[in-house]
């Protein structure tokens, strides 16, 4: 498969109608385009300072583009990577839920979610690429990368040390793994950093939900998959972002490979 082939053509979107924007976004011509989750204001702590510029960079789990675009504002070098809806959502299987039926809608979300990152682009005339796929199986002669980012998308995988495995196999000097802190951390805040190593499952029988979130993972839980995968030194931080309007409390763990691919 040539290079070129890897990445999805781009797809003319015009109307926000056709879109759902998971990033607040502020576009030329629009102003700001409100999302969930606003991280303007705290994206260089979202990502852990690394220095980006003249590195190639693996977004993965772009969703609207907000990371991939300001990274590649900052010099970087950007492939963006995410499901399309001809890939299946790891929808948590309650017993008695019609998978198949949840599968189907996620896919109409999934598809206005890649309209949201198109039409951003197209507005901020980037030219980050998108590879669409699972996080279970990259493209086969993709990479390889300098840094790959996986910002709050582990929560959302039924395996994230698979996930984490791929994408850490064609990457060669960092990993960058954002992700929500467990209350039982924010409740204790000096067991932020040492509490774990731990995946606290969040599927509940009696509620039938989530049914698109699995793990809340803690920061010793994160440093200890990289290190398994190479990235042994690596440095913790926290931060807030806003998430619906309200704080919500973050972790970010940058790890750098030490253990040669």
Known sequence: MGHEALYATPRVVEDFNDCYFYHTIDLPGTGTVVGPWDLRSGVREYLGGVELRGKRVLDVGTASGFLAFWMERA???????????????????????????????????????????????????????L???????????FGPFDVAVFGSILLHLQDPFRAL??????????????????????????LARWFGPCLHFLPDAATQGPKDSWFLLTPRAVIQMVGVLGFTDCRLSFHTQLYNGKPCRLFTVVGRRTVSL
Do not use: C
């Not at 309650?94 to 109409?108: I, N, P, Q, S, Y």
């Not at 590879?131 to 002669?141: D, E, H, L, M, T």
């Open 165 to 190: 495995q791929g994408a850490l196999s064609l990457t060669k000097e960092f990993v960058i793994v954002t992700d929500v802190l467990p209350r039982r951390a924010l409740l204790i805040p000096f």
């Open 75 to 129: 010099g970087a070098d950007v492939v963006a990577y995410d499901l399309s809806e001809e890939q299946d959502w790891d929808v948590v299987p309650f017993a008695g839920l019609d998978v198949e039926a949840e599968r189907t809608a996620r896919k109409t979300h999934i598809r206005r979610l890649n309209n949201s990152f198109w039409l951003a682009r197209e507005a901020l005339a980037s030219k980050v690429k």
């Open 131 to 141: 590879a669409y796929g699972s996080v279970y199986a990259f493209p086969k002669g």
